[in-house]
């Protein structure tokens, strides 16, 4: 476990509180808000440069179904699209960096299916979890560069209520914490859906050190597609602290 590191940097954005990141990928962040006009409902997109404080709004999706977006890049075609799913069954598609930047309605081959969180984009796949048409909890990737969709099963004991999606050392994984424990699922073959499973323990004394009386420890990812884990922790009197715990070194 690294020490905690002091953040010296801020960005401030001229846009309501009501947005939320909805992806971050190849340093653009996309940011979306969903909005009631004249009685009808929109979702607002804007694409974020947060190295030098752009903001690109993208054109409104008029719908009256709730919405779910993702960012994903194509590192074949060097392209930036944004997907958005509204209430499972339309989808939509827009490129960025194109003389005319338009939403354009696919088809999906995974009808009524209904994405529960935000995703993340590995190596030309955006993947999130949904619900599909018979109840059941899955991985869905989108291709990018081909614009298709793809289910991936779960492993057996894979629990997809308690995990965070995370990028390690460029494959896609699954991190659970439970107290001190985490497991970690990584997808090691998406056409044979094989996954590979790793089980670290937090030592006693250091876990005591780190959540410290009322303190709650949040994991946020993996860190820059490496093997160290990203978590803070929040005890609502302390200020911010970021930790890096190495799974493979513990």
Not at 11 to 26: A, F, I, P
Not at 227 to 238: Q, T
Request: hydrophobic share 35%; glycine share 8%; charged share 25%.
């Amino acid at each position: 476990m690294k020490s905690p590191l002091a953040a010296d940097y801020h960005l401030k954005l001229k846009l309501d509180d009501s947005y939320e990141v909805c992806g971050h990928v190849r340093g653009l962040v996309c940011l979306h808000d969903l909005r009631n006009v004249k009685e009808k409902q929109e979702t607002a997109h804007v694409i974020c440069n947060p190295s030098t404080g752009q903001l690109l709004p993208l054109p409104k999706v008029k719908t009256n179904k709730s919405a779910r977006s993702f960012l994903g890049f194509d590192p074949t075609g060097q392209e930036f699209k944004v997907l958005t799913i509204t209430g499972g069954v339309e989808h939509r598609v827009l490129t960025l960096g194109t003389r005319k930047i338009e939403w354009r309605m696919m088809e999906c081959c995974i009808p009524d299916h209904y994405p529960t969180r935000c995703g993340i984009c590995i190596n030309g796949g955006v993947y999130y979890e949904a619900w599909v048409k018979n109840s059941a909890r899955a991985i869905v990737c989108f291709d990018v560069r081909l614009e298709k969709f793809s289910v991936i099963n779960p492993a057996e004991g894979m629990d997809l209520l308690l995990d965070t999606l995370v990028n390690y050392k460029g494959k896609l994984g699954l991190l659970a914490k439970e107290s001190r424990r985490f497991e970690l699922w990584v997808l090691e073959d998406a056409e044979t859906h094989e996954w590979s499973k790793n089980v670290s323990v937090l030592p006693l004394p250091l876990w005591k050190s780190v959540v410290a009386g009322e303190a709650t420890l949040y994991t946020v990812g993996v860190a820059g597609g490496t093997n160290e884990v990203v978590l803070w922790r929040h005890s609502g009197y302390d200020p911010l602290y970021v930790y890096y715990y190495n799974m493979e070194k513990s």
